[in-house]
Nanobody, 115 residues
Framework: QVQLVESGGGSVQPGGSLRLSCAAS????????MDWYRQAPGKQRELVAT???????NYADSVKGRFTIARDNAKNTVYLQMNSLKPEDTGVYYC?????????WGQGTQVTVSS
């Protein structure tokens, strides 16, 4: 059974930091590309950051220079370090694992940035 379990969300003031984690099980983690998405209230889910199986990364323009995605294949875990958080970063953050026709989602973790 495939499971992606996100953790690390919470409430933080603008300018603060959070580190999200996504622990995967039931897949050969090393070969999967891993993404972080987010969905703000009333908005579509959007891609925030991607890391390939080889470690290449890509970011949405809105988070470049503030967010960093990383993976630890030994721990089957992908991380999202979020710095200089802004109110517009508020939303539910989802982890996604994909390769070819296989695509799996986590249940999401809430991030709220507010003063």
């Amino acid at each position: 059974q495939v499971q992606l379990v996100e953790s690390g969300g919470g409430s933080v003031q603008p300018g603060g930091s959070l580190r999200l984690s996504c622990a995967a099980s039931g897949i050969f983690f090393n070969i999967y590309a891993m993404d972080w998405y987010r969905q703000a209230p009333g908005k579509q889910r959007e891609l925030v950051a991607t890391i390939t199986s080889g470690g290449s990364t890509n970011y949405a323009d809105s988070v470049k220079g503030r967010f960093t995605i990383a993976r630890d294949n030994a721990k089957n875990t992908v991380y999202l370090q979020m710095n200089s958080l802004k109110p517009e970063d508020t939303g539910v953050y989802y982890c996604n694992a994909h390769i070819a026709a296989f695509n799996y989602w986590g249940q999401g973790t809430q991030v709220t940035v507010s003063s």
